[in-house]
């Protein structure tokens, strides 16, 4: 009995450094995503709100993952209640980012269409 007292401890451990890792890689991703707008943003560059919702909704998708990995070694049920919460909030705000990516690319093809239109006119 005292070896899967063990295995329970390594998988624990297994567990968080594998959720801290999806945890960096979505701030890794969102900080990357921000500076490169913002980069963007002061060259007035087209697409900015594009790119970083699609960043923001990448950032969104690792630290919900991090959230699912977790409940791996919940051991009490305030806990799971917790991390359900997490969960659900992380997922409404990846489905409203995914909403407005697709409003702003459906905008941007509008855009596109319009100024292609407009110079065979001439």
């Not at 007292?5 to 900080?31: D, H, N, P, R």
């Not at 087209?46 to 991090?66: H, M, T, V």
Request: charged fraction near 25%; proline fraction near 1%.
């Amino acid at each position: 009995m005292n070896w899967i007292a063990e295995m329970e401890e390594w998988l624990y451990k297994l567990v968080q450094i594998c959720t801290m890792l999806m945890e960096l890689f979505g701030v890794s991703v969102l900080v990357y995503t921000a500076v490169r707008s913002f980069i963007r943003w002061v060259r007035k560059q087209p697409g900015i709100r594009l790119s970083l919702a699609q960043g923001i909704a990448l950032a969104l998708e690792f630290k919900l993952g991090g959230e699912v990995l977790r409940t791996v070694v919940v051991r009490e049920w305030a806990e799971l209640g917790i991390l359900g919460a997490i969960i659900v909030l992380r997922g409404l705000l990846t489905f409203l980012i995914h909403w407005e990516i697709k409003n702003e690319e459906h905008a941007l093809e509008r855009e596109q269409t319009a100024r292609e239109g407009g110079g065979e006119r001439d």
